[in-house]
């Protein structure tokens, strides 16, 4: 990182301002904060997107070019920031029901079964997979 006054490569750093690291150019002494240091928010988006889609920390690592511990950081720090939007469970009052069953050998014989429930609220659905099973008559 340069000087933004004279381009040079020797500073210290020189405290925090508001949440910021401020450095000191040791040639110069002018005073100088970064905007940014670190990845930009847009691969950071892209890292998520991809863990989200199904992609491994490794991966992402592959692709991206970033630390796969960068990778896990971003996922728990989103992870964290979800925790305060969520909604305390409650009563459902909407529940949509499919069947689900398994097949052995050919599509005619039906030996397990499972009820997937899905419930509506306003703002969201809530999920979850009753399995049962069903003996071969």
């Known amino acids: 990182m340069k000087c933004p006054k004279c381009d040079s490569l020797s500073y210290v750093k020189d405290g925090i301002v508001k949440g910021k690291q401020r450095f000191l150019c040791k040639q110069c002494k002018y005073r100088y904060?970064?905007?940014q240091i670190g990845k930009p928010d847009s691969i950071?988006?892209?890292a998520i997107e991809m863990y989200l889609e199904g992609l491994g920390f490794?991966?992402?690592e592959r692709v991206l070019g970033?630390?796969?511990v960068s990778v896990l950081?971003?996922?728990k720090a989103l992870g964290s920031k979800i925790e305060e939007y969520r909604k305390p469970e409650g009563d459902i009052d909407i529940i949509e029901m499919d069947e689900l069953h398994t097949y052995v050998q050919s599509k005619k014989t039906i030996v397990g079964s499972g009820l997937?429930?899905?419930g509506l609220d306003e703002?969201?659905?809530i999920s979850c997979l009753v399995q049962g099973e069903q003996k071969q008559v």
Do not use: E, Y
């Open 58 to 60: 490794r991966s992402i």
């Open 66 to 68: 970033v630390s796969n």
């Open 123 to 125: 703002n969201s659905s």
């Open 33 to 35: 904060t970064v905007k």
């Open 116 to 118: 997937l429930l899905i």
């Open 73 to 75: 950081n971003w996922v």
């Open 44 to 46: 950071k988006r892209l």
